[in-house]
């Protein structure tokens, strides 16, 4: 059984920990989004490549 006190005690746990927390800058949070989709366009383009190559791989095996 839960007790109010052990509930009390997590939530303050969680405040203590809370106040830890360092945001990024906003030059930070840009710069890691737009490696993040960079990183996504080149991968997909990767894979749309493979897909395609293996597509026609296929095609010439049938």
Do not use: N
């Not at 303050?12 to 106040?19: D, G, I, N, P, S």
């Amino acid at each position: 059984m839960i007790s109010l006190s052990s509930v009390q005690k997590y939530y303050r746990e969680v405040q203590v920990e809370a106040k830890k927390v360092v945001w990024p800058e906003r030059k930070e949070t840009m710069q890691s989004t737009i490696l993040v989709v960079v990183m996504v366009l080149v991968v997909s383009l990767f894979l749309w490549m493979v897909d395609s190559a293996l597509g026609w791989a296929v095609q010439k095996v049938i």
